[in-house]
């Protein structure tokens, strides 16, 4: 039974780390890592127009790009969406394999830190959903145009909500 639970996992761990790498942000190469059309929340905007500046690229050509751009989030939304249905399944096998080993005390003891754990975890959410304790977010950072970014923003939250800067 511990054997099939080990290799269950380790295909869920193995399936979720391929999908995560196939459809993460900035996975594209090139770009700025935030492809996709405006109406998506992205900014392909900027990069069809270089696009168009440097090829030369006709109205045609300019909206197949921008439907490829519109293609391209789409596919990476739903792959970020499967690596974390993923996750979740790996998460509850880890948890019924650490289960399995332990005494009805350890047991306990485990469920107890979880709770507490997720408790926490909770805490800090509304925290920062409240814009509290200077959790602000920070802005978007810098991007270095190959798909990443260092992230760092100002993170200039006065604990009132307002992280305006």
Not at 39 to 51: A, E
Not at 73 to 87: G, S, T
Not at 134 to 153: I, S
């Amino acid at each position: 039974m511990k054997k099939l639970l080990l290799i269950a996992f380790l295909l869920t761990f193995a399936a979720g780390t391929a999908i995560a790498q196939q459809g993460g942000p900035g996975s594209q190469g090139g770009g700025n890592g935030n492809s996709g059309n405006s109406q998506m929340g992205g900014n392909s905007g900027g990069s069809v127009d270089r696009l168009t500046e440097l090829l030369g690229l006709d109205p045609d050509q300019v909206a197949d790009i921008e439907y490829i751009f519109l293609n391209s989030q789409i596919l990476r939304e739903e792959a970020r969406e499967q690596a974390r249905v993923a996750a979740e399944e790996h998460r509850a096998i880890m948890h019924d394999l650490i289960m399995g080993i332990l005494t009805p005390e350890q047991q306990t003891l485990y469920l107890e830190h979880r709770q507490q754990r997720e408790a926490l975890k909770q805490a800090l959410e509304e925290l920062r959903n409240e814009g509290g304790f200077g959790f602000g977010g920070g802005g978007r950072g810098t991007g270095n145009g190959n798909g990443t970014g260092n992230g760092n923003g100002t993170g200039d939250c006065d604990g009132t909500g307002d992280c305006s800067g």
